[in-house]
């Protein structure tokens, strides 16, 4: 039982390329998040997943896609990268009826 | 807008001392608060959550209270050990069905052996 699992761990891009992150859960949990956390700043909801084909935007959406690919997955994806949005992103999953949420290791990326 | 505040940023304190961190909100209207611990280049590991009809919540040597009128709530550590050094962040979520977290941004506690 891996729980949650993001690739990669690390990633340094340009400005302007694109790139996907990865995550998935091994726990059949309905919900799936992303999330980006800043120095100073909070953990901040970028987009969520309540169950396998929808998704929702969070509170910093822009500049960001995902894609629940099914149950297990659910990838965020850079079009076009920019140095705002350099920073830890972690994804996390919640089983249905319940409040606690399971992260992942966190992808450290910096786009210069 | 909900804004969380966890102060202080750092903390250090000896081993075997009992401590408490603290968490508070400007919106007492929520449903629910919980604490989570994460370690250096690692995810968040949720440690205790209160739901708001609740006024504490205990694990092993951990103790969160919660008062919603003032909007604070505290961490209490027992007989604290240096694997207890990490960052503590508590996060609160307005209302049921609301996918949205809202955030602290921590306190870093470092137990000295």
């Known amino acids: 039982n891996a729980g949650v699992t993001q690739t990669p761990k690390f990633q340094v891009l340009k400005t302007g390329q694109s790139m996907t992150l990865q995550c998935a859960q091994d726990m059949n949990h309905n919900s799936m998040y992303w999330y980006r956390q800043d120095p100073g700043m909070g953990l901040r909801l970028i987009y969520y997943?309540?169950?396998?084909?929808?998704?929702d935007k969070g509170e910093v959406p822009n500049g960001y896609n995902v894609s629940r690919l099914n149950k297990r997955e659910f990838s965020l994806r850079l079009e076009s990268a920019a140095p705002s949005q350099t920073s830890v992103y972690f994804c996390?999953?919640?089983?249905?009826?319940?409040?606690?949420?399971?992260f992942g290791p966190g992808t450290r990326l910096t786009v210069l | 807008k909900q804004e969380v505040t966890q102060i202080p940023a750092a903390l250090s304190v000896p081993e075997g001392e009992n401590l408490v961190l603290n968490c508070s909100f400007t919106?007492?209207?929520?449903?629910?608060l919980q604490w989570f611990r994460q370690d250096p280049g690692k995810g968040l590991t949720s440690l205790l959550l209160i739901q708001s009809s609740q006024r504490e919540q205990t694990s092993g040597r951990l103790n969160a209270s919660l008062d919603k009128s003032s909007g604070r709530s505290t961490l209490y550590i027992a007989a604290s050990q240096p694997g207890d050094s990490a960052t503590y962040l508590c996060a609160v979520k307005a209302n049921f069905g609301n996918e949205k977290l809202t955030f602290g941004t921590g306190t870093r506690l470092t137990i000295i052996p």
């Open positions: 919106d007492s209207a929520i449903y629910n």
């Open positions: 997943s309540a169950s396998e084909g929808t998704t």
């Open positions: 996390a999953s919640r089983r249905e009826l319940a409040d606690t949420q399971y």
